[in-house]
């Protein structure tokens, strides 16, 4: 059977933010299995020639040197080689995942620390050798959540996976369930927080903020205590696996920013005026993106309520409709067909639409990276999101007295913790909330001193 591995530049490939495709090494398995392997080179496809399957040489200086370029891919072609070679000494089984799982640029087939490693895979049997797989063990349990949890929380998963591959790459340690100790531990939130590189911004930017790492080990922690609660694998301890959160900085929209997005003339600018409708009705509705943005004429209920069936919780919520939101949801559906919305789309045009109405106060916010306390500060309508609407939702309301227990009917909260994460206000809305219970209470009466009878002790109320 030949196996051929050659290298590609597919140009209709996902390009990276630069303009520049990757370089891979494609392995010939057979006619319909070929995989490919990552040479950890990018140009642009432009200045990839299909016939030579090199780099052009008018690809420009400050894209590298093509004969340097065409030089390391002859290198990693002779290494990837070498890999399938022994493979086939080896009798591997399964040798496209064999070849997935151990080529990387960097690799050393002589190594004998690799020859002990694969010779211990080989003597197990294909399911055993899937239940020790930690990054098979993740595909499979991701498979096993989708349709029972919103596309969101997969993508949380996947992002899992993603971070421990980087990780995987970066240590040059293969990240199994073995490894799962405080060593672990240390070194990848470490390298989570100062190393990882998130490619998919504009401007890379390198490592992750605190929360978004305690999101990351939590979720790994619950993928491992499924898979021991299955006995797929033997038990781990994972007590100094923890998620230590920070409190999240995040604006809310008053009723008088909401008003002047409202009130906000965009006659000439009919696509900004249906993203303005749709966020809108998320402000006095607090529904999350993936219901408002699906809501259709069946979902009014007596002209009064929306019945919605939420995505997340998979659960029915009834939110009644103030004329106003009732008003821009028949217009939204009238010019539907004027823009299709999604949330990135949202993100970027209330930011417009925001700063159009003036809502351009200063807002500085921080967050730790590691021992280090960040501090940013823009413009509130740059702070504006598609959760936005929910959170101003939930704090309008509970600034005007609403019982939470009903707010959380409408916003689908299960939890008072996870509620009063929703509620943002200042100092001075606190103080001012407390003098209206006050008021409300006695009218803030005056203390007075009660005058005693003579010979009788004086006190006070």
Known sequence: MSQLIYPTCDKKRIRKIDGTSKVYLQYNFNSDIRPLLDTNISIPPQ???????????????????????????????????????????????????????????ELDVTDLTLKKELFERLSKSPEERNNDDLF???????????????????NIFEQVGQHLRAFEKHSGSKVCFEALDFN???????FLTFEYVQERRKTPV??????????????????????????????IDLSDFKSQEENTDAIYLNFDEIRKLYNLDLNNSPVLAQYRRIFIVACLTGLRFSDFSTITPENIVGEKFILKRQEKSDSPVMVPLREEAKQLLLEYFENKGVVHITNPDL??????IGRMAGITDSVTFSYKKGAQTIKDTRAKCDW?????????????????????????????HKKEKDFYRYIR??????ALLIERIWLARDGMQPLTMVTSEPGEAKDTV
């Open 47 to 105: 200045y990839w020639d299909r016939v030579t399957r090199r780099v052009n040489h008018k690809l420009p200086n400050d894209c590298g040197s093509y004969k340097e370029l065409n030089k390391e891919i002859k290198r990693q072609e002779d290494l990837a080689r070498d890999l399938v070679r022994l493979g086939i000494r080896m009798k591997v089984v399964d040798m496209v995942a064999f070849v997935k799982q151990f080529y990387n640029p």
């Open 136 to 154: 098979f063990q993740l595909e499979e349990y991701i498979k096993a959540k989708k349709g029972r949890v919103s596309d969101k929380t997969i």
């Open 184 to 190: 672990f531990y240390d070194a990848y939130t470490r």
């Open 206 to 235: 390198i490592g992750l903020k605190q929360n978004s790492i305690a999101k990351t080990i939590k979720q790994l922690r619950i993928f491992v205590k499924d898979r021991i609660k299955r006995k797929i694998i033997a038990p």
């Open 347 to 352: 993100n970027a045009n209330v930011k417009v």
């Open 384 to 412: 504006i999101s598609t959760h936005t609407a929910r959170r101003s939702f939930c704090t309008n309301e509970f600034l005007a007295g609403t019982p939470i227990k009903l707010i959380m009917k409408i916003s689908g």
């Open 425 to 430: 206000i200042t100092e001075k809305e606190a």
